[in-house]
């Protein structure tokens, strides 16, 4: 089974999980990986922007067109490492035969089998204003809660005025939204961006923090018929 990445959206975290799955699939050669096509299209137009009104270029027309290349290159099952994008899911995935999987459903599944019943929701104002992770919460019948406005500006800055311009992030002000969140009533943390999965490679972070990023990699891993490694 071959692995199609729909990425770009951003190139570093494309990068990243390129590198997770690689690292987490359970391997003794080269031939017992995945086999992996990968789109790292940087050129698409910027999915927040569209989501709020502030651009009216459309990024589903290059994703949509990008995963029917995936597919005729021969992916199997398609893989979006981009939170935001989702807002999108339905229009991508039904123009293409292969399935196409939603990292917003399996993150919010890893929550559940974690043991969480709230989650807090640290991403893109686009991710946050389409109230993805809300519904999936919902159909898993835990909670969400999401920063404000103050909070949410300071997380917006982390993802595109450090991360995105490859600065390294402030993460006294990461915690302090992280620990706000906690103290409304948060048992579990998303990490609902993939440029805050990176976050991931610097810092320690405890159970409490749920990689979207990482959960989309492993289900991927199992998806194609691999283990993940310990």
């Given at each position: 089974m071959?692995?199609?990445?729909?990425g770009g959206l951003g190139p570093s975290s494309t990068v990243y999980f390129y590198e997770m799955l690689t690292s987490l699939t359970k391997a003794n050669s080269d031939q017992e990986h995945l086999d992996i096509v990968?789109?790292?299209?940087?050129t698409t137009p910027d999915r927040t922007a569209y989501i709020l009104g502030m651009?009216?270029?459309n990024p589903v027309?290059?994703?949509?067109?990008?995963?029917k290349r995936l597919e005729k290159f021969g992916a199997d099952v398609i893989a979006i490492p981009c939170n935001t994008a989702h807002f999108f899911y339905d229009s991508i995935a039904e123009n293409v035969t292969?399935?196409?999987l939603n990292i917003i459903s399996v993150t919010t599944e890893a929550v559940k089998r974690s043991g969480g019943k709230t989650m807090g929701i640290l991403a893109?104002?686009?991710?946050?204003?389409?109230?993805?992770?809300?519904?999936a919460a919902e159909k898993a019948g835990l909670s969400c809660i999401t920063p404000n406005d103050t909070e949410q500006k300071i997380i917006s800055s982390i993802i595109y005025d450090d991360i995105k311009k490859g600065k390294k992030a402030d993460i006294e002000k990461f915690n302090f939204v992280a620990e706000s969140l906690f103290s409304r009533g948060a048992d579990r943390l998303i990490l609902g961006c993939t440029e805050l999965s990176l976050l991931c490679r610097e810092h320690n972070f405890d159970s409490r923090f749920i990689d979207s990023l990482r959960s989309l990699a492993e289900y991927c891993i199992k998806y194609c018929g691999k283990s993940v490694s310990d």
């Open positions: 071959t692995l199609g990445i729909l990968i789109s790292s299209r940087a651009s009216d270029k027309i290059q994703m949509t067109e990008d995963a292969v399935p196409v893109t104002e686009g991710t946050v204003k389409s109230r993805s992770y809300h519904l």
